[in-house]
């Protein structure tokens, strides 16, 4: 058993099966220069090479228009490489005055090409670049008579492993049997990454040397969600990893079922789905249309990622970017998080001996008022673009949401002065996760406009456990009824306040913790992209009644062990 | 000689399928048709040939001349703008 960790996984997934080594036709072709009375000869072969070349080409894109599959168009582009006009005179030019042979005037015409595009600042045109090399090869190929080769055929779960695969390599590609792909060349945008992502056939490219390490036949493991391939895996491997695959298909399967519907549940009661943020890249920000707003902007990730404090301007661009993107669903931004396990380079920390029960969040941006500041007025420029919810971490009293208050009116009244434009109607919301806050939410909730509820760390206060500790990670118990019964205190002080509430730690996305949750009246959970499907499916499958009986039996069972096995069997018979 | 400058309307450029419809355009006609970035006015690239349109790179907002010589050349130039002022059907 051999592992090997290289490579891009470009399309995710696990494949198992024997490796089928395709070693396509690589042309080698010298320089070949041909008599003056062959040239008449030479300029006829070309004309056959390339009826030839159309004949191949038409019959792969009939096979796929048959099938209705897109991909016809990648050979409808070809068929107009071989008969483009520019191409078929610089041939015909080489073979007529210069005196080179068909396959040689073919090599140096198209690699002119091949160049002339791979230097066309632009991703798309240099995609076009694999096509032109595929009709290039296909000439040649035959020219060579060498007849054609492609994966329609296999007749095991194979691992198809290539130095690069060409749009022809692929168009006719036996889906049912190749497991995963791997190539020596190629990267994210590469032709075999787009293939393999549109067939969803897991694949890692990049690997180099990959067709020394690898023989023929031989069982094989790729893991492209982690990036390792397996040569020679033992069986119990195999066995793991098969397990592997199935959980992976069958999330997938409830990705496609799920991530589109509108969550509500069986009576009709909205929930609203949230995501959880860090740097809002696009990646992220692509998961708008699937969910309801974001219900946890990390801001501090835009401070880790520098090695300088990000200015006003920099944070404005990128606040913006999210709330842009979201229109008119709500945003929530976490201002500064840091202490605890985050520090920054740039910011001097003293070391604490009580890091989690020191000077973060709020109370380290208390201290750095000019910090905090620069990052309110970057949110708040950034406020006329969406719906921005402006929320504060690790508020424990009532003096911290005054002094939030005054701090924000300071701001607003900076602003104003300098004429610079925000949205007033920004919301002003705090994070729940200090024990303490909840026991006084019915004031909170009078002063703030909305909470949510940071699981995490309300877990870690609550149950005096440091979460970075491994000697007493047993003692860190989310599902614990204590955890649900503060929880429920408040929502129910916030739901009497009219005020909205939600939960933005891990049990947000959790099927064990967000049926509870709901069941207690949350109506609003955020979490990271990877859940949202889960939850959407556990949403739409039940009623609020449902949930809240399942809520009330869990608020009264006595240890964490208890509710797991509660939740999970009153999950699992209703399917 | 018959020569129009028009700006290129449509999201995608002088890409894949518009830029095939164009090359297919062009090809109807008998005269020789060429086009140019105007701020390359250098390289110029044979209308017909569909990798000589490509390696021009014309996105978006791209400004081009199209010229071309012969007997149908205002014919053939006038088609041309109007097909890429109709935005190839993508506005």
């Given at each position: 058993?051999?592992?090997?960790?290289?490579?891009n996984?470009?399309?995710?997934?696990?494949?198992?099966?024997?490796?089928?080594?395709?070693?396509?036709?690589?042309?080698?072709?010298e320089?070949?220069?041909?008599?003056?009375?062959?040239?008449?000869?030479?300029?006829?072969?070309?004309?056959?090479?390339?009826?030839?070349?159309?004949i191949?080409?038409?019959?792969?894109?009939?096979?796929?228009?048959?099938?209705?599959?897109?991909?016809?168009?990648?050979?409808?582009?070809?068929?107009?490489?071989?008969?483009?006009?520019?191409?078929?005179?610089?041939?015909n030019?080489?073979?007529?005055?210069?005196?080179?042979?068909?396959?040689?005037?073919?090599?140096?015409?198209?690699?002119?090409?091949?160049?002339?595009?791979?230097?066309?600042?632009?991703?798309l045109?240099?995609?076009?670049?694999?096509?032109?090399?595929?009709?290039?090869?296909?000439?040649?190929?035959?020219?060579?008579?060498?007849?054609?080769?492609n994966?329609?055929?296999?007749?095991?779960?194979?691992?198809?492993?290539?130095?690069?695969?060409?749009?022809?390599?692929t168009?006719?590609?036996?889906?049912?049997?190749?497991?995963?792909?791997?190539?020596?060349?190629?990267?994210?945008?590469?032709?075999?990454?787009?293939?393999?992502?549109?067939?969803?056939?897991?694949?890692?490219?990049?690997?180099?040397?990959?067709?020394?390490?690898?023989?023929?036949?031989?069982?094989?493991?790729?893991?492209?969600?982690?990036?390792?391939i397996i040569?020679?895996?033992?069986?119990?491997?195999?066995?793991?990893?098969?397990?592997?695959?199935?959980?992976?298909?069958?999330?997938?399967?409830?990705?496609?079922?799920?991530?589109?519907?509108?969550?509500?549940?069986?009576?009709?009661?909205?929930?609203?789905?949230?995501?959880?943020?860090?740097?809002?890249?696009?990646?992220?920000?692509?998961?708008?249309?699937?969910?309801?707003?974001?219900?946890?902007?990390?801001?501090?990730?835009?401070?880790?990622?520098?090695?300088?404090?990000?200015?006003?301007?920099?944070?404005?661009?990128?606040?913006?970017?999210?709330?842009?993107?979201?229109?008119?669903?709500?945003?929530?931004?976490?201002?500064?998080?840091?202490?605890?396990?985050?520090?920054?380079?740039?910011?001097e920390?003293?070391?604490?001996?009580?890091?989690?029960?020191?000077?973060?969040?709020?109370?380290l941006?208390?201290?750095?008022?000019?910090?905090?500041?620069?990052?309110?007025?970057?949110?708040?420029?950034?406020?006329?673009?969406?719906?921005?919810w402006?929320?504060?971490?690790?508020?424990?009293?009532?003096?911290?949401?005054?002094?939030?208050?005054s701090?924000?009116?300071?701001?607003?009244?900076?602003?104003?002065?300098?004429?610079?434009?925000?949205?007033?109607?920004?919301?002003?919301?705090?994070?729940?996760?200090i024990?303490?806050?909840?026991?006084?939410?019915?004031?909170?909730?009078?002063?703030?406009d909305?909470?949510?509820?940071?699981?995490?760390?309300?877990?870690?206060?609550?149950?005096?456990?440091?979460?970075?500790?491994p000697?007493?990670?047993?003692?860190?118990?989310?599902?614990?009824?204590?955890?649900?019964?503060?929880?429920?205190?408040?929502?129910?002080?916030?739901?009497?306040?009219?005020?909205?509430?939600?939960?933005?730690?891990?049990?947000?996305?959790?099927?064990?913790?967000?049926?509870?949750?709901?069941?207690?009246?949350?109506?609003?959970?955020?979490?990271?992209?990877?859940?949202?499907a889960?939850?959407?499916?556990?949403?739409?499958?039940?009623?609020?009644k449902e949930?809240?009986?399942?809520?009330?039996?869990?608020?009264n069972?006595?240890?964490?062990?208890?509710?797991?096995?509660?939740?999970?069997s009153?999950?699992?018979?209703?399917? | 000689m018959?020569k129009?400058t028009?700006?290129?309307?449509?999201?995608?450029?002088?890409?894949?399928?518009?830029?095939s419809?164009?090359?297919?355009?062009?090809?109807?006609?008998?005269?020789?048709?060429?086009?140019?970035?105007?701020?390359?006015?250098?390289?110029?690239?044979?209308?017909?040939?569909?990798?000589?349109?490509?390696?021009?790179?014309?996105k978006k907002?791209?400004?081009?001349d199209?010229?071309?010589?012969?007997?149908?050349?205002?014919?053939?130039?006038?088609?041309?703008?109007?097909?890429?002022?109709?935005?190839?059907?993508?506005?």
């Amino acid at each position: 058993m051999k592992s090997i960790k290289k490579g891009n996984a470009v399309s995710k997934g696990i494949g198992i099966g024997r490796a089928y080594i395709y070693k396509q036709y690589i042309p080698n072709i010298e320089e070949e220069i041909v008599d003056a009375s062959l040239v008449e000869s030479e300029l006829e072969k070309y004309i056959n090479t390339k009826e030839q070349a159309r004949i191949e080409i038409t019959k792969i894109q009939s096979f796929l228009e048959e099938k209705n599959d897109e991909k016809s168009k990648i050979f409808g582009a070809h068929l107009e490489i071989l008969s483009d006009v520019a191409v078929i005179e610089e041939v015909n030019n080489l073979i007529t005055d210069m005196h080179y042979s068909h396959r040689y005037a073919i090599k140096n015409v198209y690699d002119m090409f091949i160049d002339m595009l791979s230097q066309v600042d632009d991703l798309l045109i240099k995609e076009r670049v694999a096509d032109l090399k595929d009709v290039r090869n296909r000439l040649l190929r035959i020219s060579d008579g060498v007849p054609e080769l492609n994966l329609s055929l296999l007749d095991q779960p194979s691992i198809v492993i290539a130095q690069d695969l060409y749009p022809s390599d692929t168009a006719t590609l036996d889906r049912k049997n190749v497991q995963a792909i791997i190539t020596e060349v190629g990267g994210m945008t590469s032709h075999t990454a787009i293939i393999a992502k549109s067939y969803e056939i897991p694949a890692i490219l990049g690997v180099e040397h990959l067709l020394e390490e690898v023989k023929q036949n031989e069982w094989m493991i790729v893991d492209a969600i982690k990036g390792n391939i397996i040569i020679n895996p033992d069986t119990e491997t195999i066995e793991a990893y098969k397990n592997k695959q199935k959980e992976y298909l069958f999330k997938q399967e409830i990705i496609k079922k799920y991530i589109d519907v509108k969550p509500l549940t069986k009576n009709g009661t909205k929930i609203e789905v949230s995501l959880n943020i860090g740097s809002a890249s696009q990646e992220e920000l692509d998961n708008e249309p699937y969910v309801d707003g974001v219900g946890l902007f990390r801001s501090e990730f835009l401070y880790m990622e520098n090695t300088q404090m990000p200015t006003e301007d920099e944070q404005y661009v990128v606040y913006k970017k999210a709330l842009e993107k979201f229109k008119q669903k709500p945003v929530i931004l976490r201002t500064l998080d840091i202490g605890g396990d985050k520090e920054l380079s740039y910011l001097e920390m003293p070391k604490e001996d009580n890091p989690f029960l020191g000077n973060r969040a709020i109370r380290l941006c208390f201290d750095h008022l000019e910090m905090f500041k620069t990052q309110l007025r970057a949110a708040l420029r950034a406020s006329v673009f969406g719906n921005l919810w402006l929320m504060f971490p690790m508020v424990g009293s009532m003096d911290d949401i005054y002094k939030l208050k005054s701090i924000l009116e300071e701001v607003k009244t900076e602003l104003n002065e300098k004429k610079i434009e925000f949205n007033p109607n920004f919301k002003f919301g705090i994070m729940i996760e200090i024990p303490s806050i909840i026991m006084v939410a019915d004031h909170a909730a009078q002063e703030v406009d909305f909470a949510s509820i940071g699981t995490n760390d309300l877990c870690q206060y609550l149950t005096a456990v440091d979460r970075m500790n491994p000697m007493v990670a047993k003692y860190y118990q989310s599902y614990a009824p204590s955890m649900f019964r503060v929880i429920k205190m408040a929502v129910e002080a916030f739901d009497k306040a009219g005020k909205p509430i939600s939960v933005c730690g891990e049990s947000g996305g959790d099927l064990i913790a967000a049926p509870i949750l709901i069941g207690l009246g949350m109506r609003k959970l955020s979490m990271n992209k990877s859940s949202v499907a889960g939850i959407k499916r556990m949403i739409t499958t039940h009623t609020i009644k449902e949930l809240e009986d399942i809520a009330t039996h869990a608020l009264n069972l006595k240890t964490e062990a208890e509710v797991v096995a509660y939740v999970q069997s009153e999950l699992h018979s209703e399917e | 000689m018959y020569k129009k400058t028009v700006q290129i309307k449509n999201q995608s450029g002088l890409h894949a399928r518009p830029g095939s419809d164009f090359v297919a355009l062009a090809t109807k006609f008998k005269s020789t048709i060429k086009i140019n970035k105007v701020d390359q006015p250098n390289r110029v690239a044979n209308a017909k040939s569909i990798i000589f349109v490509l390696s021009l790179g014309i996105k978006k907002d791209t400004v081009i001349d199209i010229s071309a010589e012969g007997e149908d050349e205002v014919e053939a130039v006038n088609q041309l703008v109007a097909l890429i002022e109709n935005g190839f059907g993508e506005l």
